[in-house]
């Protein structure tokens, strides 16, 4: 991964990480300790949800640049669908709290939008690649 991109993805990790680690203490405080572990659990599933479609639109941008647009349309409906899915999948658990699980996905997932947002916003990323010239001015 170039630097820009992992500049990027920890630009987005680290916000997410730490909402994760406050809805934890958050949880935890509420609904006891298996509210903390559905804190620490969505955030992890978040945080590897949205990395990994980020390593995949960062891949297509590079090999398939006329494709980025429709992939990263495709690749966000497919992560919300995974992860409403995964919500469904451990809606009446015993290994965790199920309502921290949900609230914590949802917080830890719009911190990453908003974390990648803004890095992409901030980073100096050219649209088209000069030239490069055989001879110095």
């Given amino acids: 991964m170039p630097s820009n991109d992992v500049r990027i993805l920890a630009q987005a990790a680290v916000p997410t990480l730490a909402a994760g680690a406050i ?8 609904a006891g300790g298996k509210g903390a572990i559905g804190a620490v659990v969505a955030t992890v599933v978040v945080t590897l949800f949205m990395g990994i479609g980020l390593y995949v639109l ?28 995964f919500m469904a999948v451990f809606k009446n658990t015993t290994l965790f709290n199920p309502r921290a699980f949900a609230i914590t996905l949802v917080v830890a997932t719009l911190a990453w939008i908003a974390a990648q947002t803004r890095a992409h916003m901030k980073a100096k990323i050219l649209y088209v690649e000069p030239e490069k010239s055989g001879h110095s001015s």
Avoid: E
């Fill in 58 to 85: 960062q891949r297509t941008a590079k090999t398939l640049p006329h494709l980025f647009q429709s992939m990263g349309l495709m690749l966000y409906a497919a992560q919300i669908l995974l992860l409403f899915i």
């Fill in 23 to 30: 809805a934890a203490v958050v949880s935890g405080v509420v």
